[in-house]
């Protein structure tokens, strides 16, 4: 109930935590375990040099939410239970008595065994034994280095008191697992030297809100950074910096202090309890803090975000003036894109909801919002391009299909707005973008049906690839193109790729009767991967063309009618995947440079 999201670590923390309770200033861990995959055989002690369990302290451990402040929650110590039967505890306490007694599901009070042991250092030492599942999720839990980081991340508020008042401590951790030992220790040295501001805030008018911090420049490749707020004398970190933009040389550590925050933790002490409005005010007022000191402190990272701002601009520059300057280079990148998205969504509904009658400032605005959203169709474009570029022999034939449009679908010229992102008849040519229909992988007699008014005819289930109906719609236009598209995946032999030949004669003998009647003009493409193979077999009957890449062009007689016999030529095109991507990105980068060559300065266009 208390501690539905518990990790092992938290045994080790709640142990920490209540011996620095008792003023503790020394604690040893000792962790020993058999090898990782044995943990029935796991065995921690944990040693401390505390005032022991008193009479007074017994008392208010034996009792849930029994507790002489609000900082304390009075149920940590169920976390042991959560991961052992048994907690064996040895206290020395008042100088002279012992205290032992067992800590388990069944504990009671009176069983605790009292002695008088005559003059002995006051401590307490756990030992927990009889690990309850059945694997240890993390080897790091055993980790010395691993603990000796999570306690100080945890503690670093309360350790820091204790360097700020001159008082020593230490916590060593030792482990052995089967034969391989293991130290780590926490001490003063561990803890830097802090500077203070005073935070201004409208969280709360009485208390003050102070930022301890510090900046050290590392060795190359040990970069950190901790920013946490006080609660408690606990640390609890807040995500202000993204680990992708923490300087690579650099160790850094932000601690808010404030009496606001006293008694804000849920009893697990997992989480603050404090609401989402509050915890974004201190967020936004520790992060703009924290990011001013690290750019006063370390310059570089000016030039550094300038850097990364410029890139964004370069890559998305239909959100220019939507970006928050300020966190770009401490939030993450996915998140400064996420709200600069969600910014000019905003600002496009805004406009949308103002109707047909426009002011002058929304009629500015609408222009340069279509021109954004212009630019987000090129660059979706541009994405569609490279995947296109980048496919491979392992993607299936499938997967080929769905970059020029999703299978199995009928797109049509009235719902054209809604399928931009799902039909890129484009990556042809764009005059295909004035289609009446593309039926993806379906049906010839659709196909038919769809050119011939409704004609009825005979079903017929061969599917073409891709279908198109252009330039006029055949329900208002004696004139009409028709393009016939085969798809074959990369990789695959010769005989395969020439099937796609065979299968555009086919569909030409079930088209051509509609020549001239109908159709104006037929296109019939074979997209395939090209090789030396296939264009040594090309070169001998097909003649090449112009392209980025390679195509190659033939007119095939085909007979459409056996008695009396009929045959017509259809032209065939043998086009390289490679080429219909180069091809296509040509088109896409002149609109892409010229986008480009108008956001390149945030001054040139502000988001109102």
């Not at 938290?10 to 058999?34: K, P, Q, S, W």
């Not at 969280?203 to 609660?231: Q, R, T, W």
């Not at 408690?232 to 300087?247: G, H, M, S, V, W």
């Not at 000019?344 to 426009?358: I, N, T, V, Y």
Request: glycine residues 4%; hydrophobic residues 40%.
């Amino acid at each position: 109930m208390f501690f539905s999201k518990s990790s092992l670590e938290m045994v080790y923390l709640e142990a920490v935590a209540n011996a620095f309770d008792a003023g503790a200033t020394e604690i040893n861990i000792r962790i020993r375990i058999a090898a990782v995959n044995q943990p029935d055989t796991l065995r921690i002690s944990i040693s401390d040099n505390g005032a022991g369990f008193t009479n007074d302290r017994y008392e208010r451990f034996s009792r849930l939410f029994d507790v002489d402040e609000n900082s304390h929650k009075g149920v940590g110590r169920l976390v042991y239970l959560c991961y052992f039967e048994n907690i064996a505890v040895n206290s020395f306490y008042n100088g002279t008595h012992n205290r032992k007694f067992e800590f388990t599901d069944a504990f009671e009070e009176d069983k605790a065994v009292v002695t008088d042991v005559g003059q002995t250092p006051s401590g307490t030492t756990l030992t927990m034994s009889g690990y309850v599942l059945s694997r240890l999720r993390d080897a790091s839990f055993i980790d010395p280095e691993y603990l000796k980081q999570r306690i100080l991340e945890e503690f670093y508020s309360r350790l820091f008191h204790f360097k700020k008042e001159g008082k020593a401590f230490s916590i060593t951790i030792d482990s052995i697992i089967g034969e391989s030992e293991g130290s780590g220790i926490l001490a003063q040295d561990d803890i830097p030297d802090f500077e203070t501001i005073e935070l201004e805030s409208s969280i709360d008018l009485i208390s003050k809100f102070y930022l301890h911090y510090s900046i050290e420049k590392v060795p190359l490749g040990h970069p950190s950074l901790i920013a946490a707020v006080s609660v408690d004398n606990r640390t609890f970190k807040l995500d202000l910096i993204a680990q992708e933009n923490i300087p690579p040389d650099y160790k850094m550590v932000f601690l808010l202090f404030s009496d606001w925050f006293f008694g804000k933790t849920d009893p697990s002490r997992q989480n603050l309890e404090i609401s989402e409005a509050e915890l974004k005010q201190i967020q936004t007022i520790f992060r703009n803090k924290v990011a001013g000191l690290i750019k006063e402190k370390i310059p570089k990272i000016t030039e550094t975000n300038e850097k990364i701002e410029k890139n964004l601009i370069d890559h998305f520059p239909h959100l220019s003036g939507y970006f928050d300057t300020e966190s770009i280079g401490f939030v993450s990148r996915a998140e400064v894109l996420q709200k600069a998205q969600e910014k000019f969504f905003k600002a496009q509904r805004e406009l949308l909801d103002a109707g047909k009658s426009l002011t002058d400032e929304q009629y500015q605005k609408s222009i340069e919002l279509s021109a954004r959203a212009l630019t987000e169709y090129i660059l979706f474009r541009q994405i569609t391009i490279d995947k296109l570029k980048n496919s491979s022999d392992e993607e299936t034939e499938t997967e080929l299909h769905n970059l020029f449009a999703k299978q199995h679908v009928r797109f049509d010229k009235n719902t054209l707005p809604d399928d931009l992102y799902r039909n890129n008849a484009w990556l042809l040519d764009d005059k295909y973008m004035t289609y009446e229909t593309v039926l993806s992988d379906r049906e010839m007699g659709e196909l038919i049906k769809f050119i011939t008014e409704d004609e009825n005819i005979l079903r017929d289930d061969d599917r073409p690839d891709l279908a198109l109906v252009f330039s006029n719609d055949p329900m208002r236009s004696e004139s009409f193109d028709v393009v016939i598209i085969e798809l074959k995946k990369r990789g695959i032999t010769l005989e395969e790729n020439m099937k796609t030949v065979t299968q555009l004669e086919k569909r030409a003998r079930k088209l051509m009767g509609y020549y001239k009647n109908k159709i104006q003009r037929i296109w019939y493409y074979g997209i395939i991967d090209f090789n030396e193979d296939v264009e040594l077999h090309l070169a001998g009957e097909y003649k090449e063309l112009y392209s980025c890449g390679k195509m190659y062009y033939r007119e095939i007689d085909v007979a459409i009618q056996k008695d009396p016999l009929v045959i017509l030529p259809i032209g065939v095109f043998m086009w390289d995947i490679d080429a219909v991507a180069k091809d296509a990105d040509a088109r896409n980068s002149a609109f892409l440079n010229l986008i480009k060559s108008k956001f390149l300065s945030n001054d040139q266009i502000s988001p109102g």
